[in-house]
């Protein structure tokens, strides 16, 4: 039966992921001849993300109380009706819309869908488990966007739409047919009802709610701005832009069961802090590059260094979701600031280049990653010298 589960919501999260991303590349030139400006261009992205953030806690601690599985089809339902409204629409203000909505969805299906795996993680194992999972999230977002290229120039923009829609919509049988309502494991779900402030003010989820939020806004700026550099500074085709963060994100996909292994037999906070400092020196070094192969070996590095924290990340969050009773919400906050990082990052990015130059956004990425890294390192620190003393 876990095995069965874990398929299903591996199958499901690689759908949503493919999905997802593979319309990436085809709504700004969509919006453009719907007439969008470029303010209009913005919403339409951080619309997404910003529906997610709103709803990512909320939807925690319903799903905590209600049970997961009907949050998890409705936001499967809601992705496919989203695709479908997307080939619908006939002006700025709908498409805008369908984002906003496509964001709501996607809060009821990622977090929550990484909560079971939590759930199933044998005690011990949660790094292994949690990172051959992040191989179907990492590796949705890695193919769609050359899939969707691909459908477009050979099918039509229409068609890509409806692929999403077909994607989705299987996602949604899979997971109707193979979810229980409730794994048997999940009585402790019903314990103790803790405040979202009470998690998140707790010292080790604010930890990693701050690594996470810190090290993701570095993330944000490389894929908002990399194809900037590429083109303006280096003169880069945009089939080559497009290779530098596929190949970013083949990387971290690649590598995650690896990483989840190590992570089960090594000192987890020790890989979270070493692969954030090296994703974050990576991104500092950016404006350093001065030739593609230059930018795709930097590239592969910082996905690397993030394929190296991700499994530990989340294995620490499946601990905290256990002590405290409410793993639905502690995946939810992480998810939240992944969220809130892909909008503030990129937003103050953006004011940064307004007044200097590009590689001052590369260099401010990476030093916010630094910090945050260097905070977790000595909550780590702290919370280590204090397990000696009590011991």
């Known amino acids: 039966m876990e095995r069965r589960i874990f398929l299903t919501l591996f199958v499901t999260i690689l759908a949503v992921a493919l999905g997802a991303s593979l319309v990436l590349p085809l709504l700004p030139v969509y919006a453009q001849e719907l007439g969008a400006s470029g303010l209009e261009l913005g919403l339409i992205f951080s619309g997404f993300a910003l529906a997610r953030s709103f709803l990512l806690p909320l939807v925690g601690r319903l799903a905590d109380a209600w049970g997961r599985r009907r949050f998890i089809l409705a936001g499967l339902l809601i992705y496919t009706l989203v695709a479908v409204g997307f080939d619908l629409a006939h002006n700025i203000g ?4 369908c984002r906003l909505i496509q964001g709501g969805g996607a809060a009821m299906v990622i977090p929550l869908a990484r909560a079971y795996v939590g759930d199933l ?5 949660e790094g292994r488990l949690m990172g051959h999972f992040n191989v179907a999230f990492f590796g949705g977002l890695t193919l769609g966007p050359w899939l969707g290229g691909y459908i477009k120039d050979s099918l039509g923009i229409s068609t890509a739409f409806h692929s999403m829609a077909a994607l989705a919509f299987f996602g949604f049988l899979l997971s109707f047919f193979n979810i229980p309502k409730m794994p048997a494991d999940q009585s402790g779900q019903r314990r103790a009802r803790q405040s979202l402030w009470t998690l998140l003010t707790a010292p080790a989820l604010a930890a990693v709610f701050l690594f996470r939020l810190g090290t993701t806004m570095g993330v944000g700026v490389n894929w908002a701005f990399l194809p900037v550099y590429g083109h303006d500074i280096l003169k880069l085709s945009s089939s080559r832009i497009g290779l530098l963060i596929s190949f970013n994100l083949l990387m971290t996909t690649l590598l995650q069961p690896g990483f989840g292994w190590l992570a089960d037999r090594f000192s987890r906070p020790w890989m979270t802090v070493l692969g954030g400092i090296l994703a974050s020196l990576c991104l500092m070094l950016l404006p350093l590059c001065h030739s593609f192969t230059q930018l795709l070996v930097l590239n592969m590095a910082m996905g690397s260094a993030i394929g190296l924290y991700m499994p530990p990340l989340m294995a620490m969050a499946v601990d905290l979701g256990r002590e405290s009773g409410a793993m639905t919400s502690v995946m ?4 939240l600031a992944f969220s809130l990082a892909m909008v503030i990052g990129p937003l103050l990015a953006g004011l940064v280049k307004e007044f200097l130059n590009i590689n001052t956004i ?5 030093l916010v990653g630094l910090v945050t890294s260097f905070l977790f390192l000595l909550y780590h620190l702290k919370v ?8």
Do not use: M, N, Y
């Not at 939810?332 to 998810?335: D, K, R």
């Not at 590369?362 to 990476?366: A, D, L």
């Open 94 to 97: 709908q498409l805008i819309l």
């Open 362 to 366: 590369f260099w401010g990425g990476g």
């Open 121 to 125: 993680a044998p005690p011990g194992q």
């Open 332 to 335: 939810s906050i992480l998810e």
């Open 384 to 391: 280590t010298a204090v397990g000696r003393r009590a011991g």
